[in-house]
């Protein structure tokens, strides 16, 4: 009769170890280079509103008060600027927390999470941490295609990730198809809208989900401060949710987990909507003028309503993407390596200040004449 096997130390749970890593952008230049223009994790280039560097400052006098746990302050600051029930809303530690939350909540062993082909990585982490099979939808001409999501949802499915704008293409659907997505979706299906990049896009034919959230018992929306906002190192993310949904997560989330600096940030931040625009207008200014310069480099530009384009390279195997990447970290601009979402000959590049647009496109011109 065979012996189990004695174990040595204690292993984690069957599947953990099959998850693959997160691996965010690359930060850093060789040693020697003068400046770096870091584009690699579509932060904003106007950094943070003053109001809200001046709230993190006044909290740095009480550091040894644990914040407020449900962080009512920041909730009706939400709730205030986009006209929503503060009791609907929770806020978290980036909306990475939510999503994993969610994910934990209403995945089991045995069901199925859905998420498109190129959309954001850690769907399919926090689907295969729950003990859930990932389902992958494809997409059409790098955008989501509902009726691709829609064939690929089985008896098993329970919850549908769309990025919305999507990460790291930048393409969108129009509202009318989110909707058609969500009428043939069966009720026992969470459909999460994750809107991350919804300020930036300004398109008559887009929302972000606010309505459909309101209107439905199986729709939530989640966003985040960290890109318009400026604020992704305090990690500050939101869901607005149906009531039942809200009482899920109370029960889970970490009792203080959004920290104090973060709260006031995102109060004084939510309140600046003159910072938002003028974010917003030197976004539109330079997506335009990039993706145009780009394009007329010979490079395809995948169209983007977010604040990043995805920059397609050719197939020639010396001016490719990787080529480009150690190109231009030898001259300090940090782009995003993307492979590891279905584009291994691209490079995604966050819209950054004047000098760093124009640093990027004139390097890129002399890499393709070399």
């Not at 919850?159 to 919305?164: E, G, R």
């Amino acid at each position: 009769m065979t012996q189990p096997t004695e174990q040595i130390r204690p292993e984690p749970r069957a599947g953990i170890m099959d998850i693959a890593a997160y691996v965010p952008g690359k930060s850093a230049a060789p040693a020697g280079v003068a400046k770096v223009h870091k584009l690699s994790s579509n932060e904003n280039p106007l950094g943070a509103s003053p109001n809200a560097v001046e709230a993190v400052k006044a909290v740095a006098e009480k550091m040894e008060f644990y914040p407020d746990g449900s962080a009512s302050r920041l909730r009706n600051a939400i709730a205030q600027a986009h006209g929503l029930n503060p009791a609907n809303i929770v806020c978290c530690n980036g909306s990475d927390e939510v999503l994993g939350l969610l994910a934990q909540c209403y995945l089991s062993p045995g069901d199925e999470g859905l998420f498109t082909e190129h959309g954001f990585l850690v769907y399919r982490n926090y689907i295969q941490a729950a003990g859930a099979t990932c389902v992958v939808a494809t997409e059409t001409e790098e955008r989501a295609d509902v009726d691709a999501i829609l064939a690929a949802v089985t008896p098993r499915t329970r919850i549908v990730f769309l990025a919305n704008p999507n990460n790291p293409t930048g393409t969108y659907i129009p509202f009318d198809e989110v909707r058609r997505l969500h009428a043939a979706l069966p009720k026992n299906v969470l459909l999460v809208l994750d809107a991350a990049y919804a300020e930036y896009v300004r398109r008559n034919d887009y929302e972000a989900g606010v309505e459909l959230v309101a209107a439905s018992q199986n729709v939530v929306m989640t966003r985040t401060f960290s890109k318009i906002h400026g604020l992704g190192g305090l990690r500050i993310g939101w869901i607005y949710a149906p009531a039942h949904v809200i009482e899920v997560l109370e029960r889970v989330r970490g009792p203080f987990n959004v920290n104090a600096a973060a709260i006031e940030a995102g109060v004084a931040a939510m309140a600046d909507r003159a910072h938002v625009e003028r974010t917003v207008a030197h976004n539109e200014k330079w997506l335009t003028w990039l993706t145009g310069e780009l394009t007329g480099l010979g490079l395809r530009v995948t169209p983007s309503v977010g604040n990043f384009i995805l920059i397609h390279f050719p197939d020639d195997g010396s001016h490719g993407a990787a080529e480009a990447d150690d190109y231009l970290t030898a001259r300090g601009y940090i782009l995003r390596r993307v492979a590891a979402y279905g584009f291994p000959n691209a490079l995604r590049m966050t819209v950054g200040t004047e000098e760093a647009n124009r640093g990027v496109v004139a390097s890129l011109a002399e890499f393709l004449r070399s």
